[in-house]
């Protein structure tokens, strides 16, 4: 057929797509909403990278495969996936999965738009802006700006560039050359994304300054002050410092008020990775742990994380209203943002980002929002401190249990004491004993698929169970399985 | 009711949930992609940003609002928001929705993972391998490396950055400081985000190097081979040589073969900017556009645009086997990177990013993969050359269209000149008014809703029409409908 009678006709089958479409919707109803909230079936079907290859026959052909062929694979998808919604998934910082935040993400895919021009994302270019002012008046800003982010890594190397920007504006022409050698502070118990950035921005790791926290996981203020006169003392310009509210591991909450404090004495940029702990602000009783939050000149929020949004909901906040983040981030490219457009201009939010193509991330969050009100996510953020706390109790009850710290937030830290190191914390071998407990336990759920919970070592503590809790549909039961399945799994070692 | 009584009952109602869903996915087939596709419902309702806001309502408040308020939430979302799925939408480098496509998104959502480690995405980690490891054999590599990145932005800022570790691992650590000027070169007619990258890297703009383009777009190799000593002459040190195959305007593809006979004399790594043409190298017919690119060192390249994965899918590709990208971009964080895990952890692939949390990009390219094979997904490319070879010659035989120049690959790019300035080139406002034609047609259609297309100026060309079709849903009827659609829309210009 001639290149041109080839397109007197569709070149894609609409209602077989339809129907394949609503097959698959189905099956993922079935095999994954279903069976992955359902406590009698598998967290997840573990198989071993070398045996999964084998059984997916993933490999890429030259021809295609029949409808029943392609059901079927998507059935094997879920199968050997995590359900990540599954009630005894308490592995990551995220988990359960909210029907109206998904349907968001269903009518976002559809769409399959782009969220740099109004003319290609009319609704979610005024959307984006809505929630995230909203964000901003959580966290106690009036004006500001802002825009989602591919996770929170990102924001928060965004804030880094920004406050560099903002101190060294030659910095976007001219490189760090012509700047003098940077020098950024963070807690040695903030997240990795903040070495990453240093070094993808080209300051380097050697410029992050690592201010040491207390017992509990809080930046010690008194120390970032001694580091910052360090750094001026090797002629480093101090130009941001980054405060955690959540770390990943404990859970802790730097003092942000005493830390602004030390900002403003001098001039540096504070931004807050708030990534995890954010979402503390939507609860009434719970959202002083970021108290003195409002003085940051930048935040990063994921709302996937405790709010539940689905992967990925990361916002990066800013307390300028100035246009900085356009400043710093635009190159106008002519094909995109003309300047000649029928329409209001500025609401063409592009050129905010680094990105060009930018996917659609609030719609999920604003319809849950819309659902469940600032009341509701209120009490699913007070439900989840409700599960820790039940939990940090219980554990004080069980033999065997110990807590690492009280918690303060919804990471629960604890070790599992088999019966034969019981008591002798005092011998030779007991730590190494120990650092081995959580390691094999967690193999042992994996191979049984009955629950999913992480642990890791923390200076020169050895491995603990980190448990974070952040899926409505958990309910007592779920908690109390939960500690007798480390006790079945852990008492014969 | 006392905490621990609240967590006896899970706080999501499963049923309710579980309805909603099935209801906004049946809204979201009929307003979405039924009408969406329909050529007598309009490609966008358009409204202005400040009628939108009152129609939408979109404020968030404390309570939330009851089931069919919701839906018709959804309703309303699809309908003021754009049908990149309609036949008449030509107004980006993506259109059309692919229905395997579509399924595997919906159902990465629901499973709602994390692309970092293998315990929480053993299926996607295995796919996300052969995936890429397919698209490097479509380059021509037996080896490499690679990973899916949000958006081509980024794919195209990891190259600079591991160029720049490659040459110089101590930046890593000590910054740009410790390191000489570097010097990055690119076409004039490149993506923005080189320059956006130079700026975010630490690197300037004014060390991008800007290599002249011949009439058709292409980067003049001997012109770089100059730029390249004018750098070194300035003691600056060539680290990165970006070629694009697939200009955004132009669709102009750099002669690669060429321009790595440079970067070879110069030892400097090549990276191939395909993220627009990189998937022509599917087509036996077209695949001769990229000649050269396997001597590339890295490679980005899009399936979210002509392949019609949906947002996002851009992959980054690495010729290098010895875990250069991990090594330049790992923190080795204790907590998820855990070295006493019971699998081999070399599964464990997220250290090889500067994201943390990353969405997973693969499972609907490689459902659609499945769904075609290489050959289906052959024919879609062919077909999208066939769509503007046709068009061409139309553009050829109509009266007032005139081609900006003859498409080389599926970037048709013209003028409309209206009657009134037909044989009048040689007048004093010509150009001037010529340069207001496309703007005001485009107002026109956006107004009407009946279709979508791009402008912009070049240089000194005044503003002139990029129509791109990717969607196979397309036919011969849509796109003559496209050009006497502009001649009804300009001719009293």
Chains 1, 2 share one sequence.
């Not at 740099?116 to 979610?124: N, S």
């Not at 980054?242 to 003092?255: M, S």
């Not at 939050?293 to 709010?307: C, F, G, T």
Request: glycine content about 8%.
């Amino acid at each position: 057929m001639a290149d041109k009678d080839v397109l007197l006709h569709p070149g894609l089958d609409k209602a077989a797509g339809e129907e394949f479409l609503q097959e698959a919707f189905q099956i993922m109803l079935e095999e994954g909403l279903r069976k992955g909230r359902d406590v009698s079936e598998k967290v997840c079907d573990w198989k071993e990278p070398e045996q999964l290859q084998q059984i997916l026959d993933l490999d890429l052909k030259d021809s295609g495969e029949p409808r029943e062929r392609l059901l079927e694979r998507c059935r094997e998808v879920i199968r050997y996936s995590v359900k990540t919604c599954h009630p005894r998934f308490f592995n990551q910082l995220f988990s359960g999965l909210d029907p109206h935040a998904f349907a968001g993400q269903l009518i976002t895919d559809m769409l399959n738009t782009s969220q740099y021009t109004y003319e290609i994302a009319p609704v979610f270019v005024l959307m984006e802006e809505v929630v995230l002012k909203q964000l901003r008046k959580l966290i106690g800003w009036e004006g500001g700006d802002g825009i989602f982010c591919p996770g929170g890594s990102i924001s928060n190397i965004y804030a880094m560039n920004v406050a560099r920007y903002h101190r060294f504006p030659e910095c976007k022409q001219k490189g760090n050359w012509e700047l003098p050698r940077l020098a950024a502070f963070t807690s040695e118990e903030c997240h990795y994304s903040i070495q990453k950035g240093a070094s993808f921005l080209g300051i380097g790791t050697d410029n992050v300054f690592l201010v040491a926290a207390d017992e509990n996981g809080k930046m010690i203020p008194a120390d970032l002050e001694k580091q910052i006169h360090q750094a001026k003392a090797e002629k480093a310009v101090p130009f941001f410092v980054n405060a955690t509210c959540g770390t990943t591991v404990l859970g802790a909450f730097d003092p942000v008020a005493e830390i602004a404090e030390v900002c403003a004495r001098h001039k540096v940029w504070l931004h807050v990775d708030a990534a995890w702990g954010g979402s503390a602000l939507v609860s009434r009783k719970h959202r002083h742990l970021l108290d003195g939050i409002e003085r940051a000149d930048s935040v990063a929020w994921n709302p996937h994380k405790m709010l539940m949004t689905g992967l990925q909901c990361s916002a990066f906040l800013l307390k300028d209203s100035s246009g900085l983040l356009q400043r710093c981030h635009c190159a106008k490219a002519t094909y995109l943002f003309q300047t000649d457009k029928f329409y209001d201009m500025s609401y063409d939010r592009g050129d905010k980002t680094i990105q060009c193509g930018r996917k659609v991330d609030c719609l999920k969050l604003w319809l849950m929002w819309k659902a469940n009100g600032t009341r509701g996510l209120e009490q699913r953020v007070d439900r989840a401190f409700a599960y820790t706390r039940y939990m940090a109790d219980e554990i004080k009850k069980r033999e065997g249990f110990q807590l690492v710290k009280e918690p303060e937030f919804i990471n629960l830290c604890f070790w599992f004491v088999p019966p034969s190191l019981r008591g002798k914390e005092g011998s030779i071998d007991y730590t190494l004993r120990l650092g081995k407990v959580a390691p094999t336990i967690k193999e042992r759920m994996m191979k049984k698929g009955s629950m999913m919970v992480s642990y890791q070592p923390r200076g020169n503590q050895v491995n603990f169970f980190r448990q974070v809790v952040t899926n409505p549909a958990v309910t007592r039961a779920d908690l109390d399985f939960f500690l007798d399945e480390i006790e079945r799994l852990g008492k014969d070692l």
